[in-house]
């Protein structure tokens, strides 16, 4: 999987789903008491690699969109 920090690049389709199995596995490997923990770990990770505040923020307002 190629990674990017481009705002005009974007997973394919099928890479989505690769990332939501590996995710999904991840939280369920993690358990029900670390989930949050885990979550917040890998939040931190992903925008220290994003190296952008404004597009995490940005992407946290819409991730809480419809919740």
Known sequence: MTHTTSATSALTIPDLETVYDTLATAIDQAGQDKA???????????????????VFQTHVQAALQDL
């Open 36 to 54: 949050s923990l885990f979550l917040v770990k890998l939040a931190l990770l992903n925008a220290n690699a994003l190296a952008n505040a404004d």
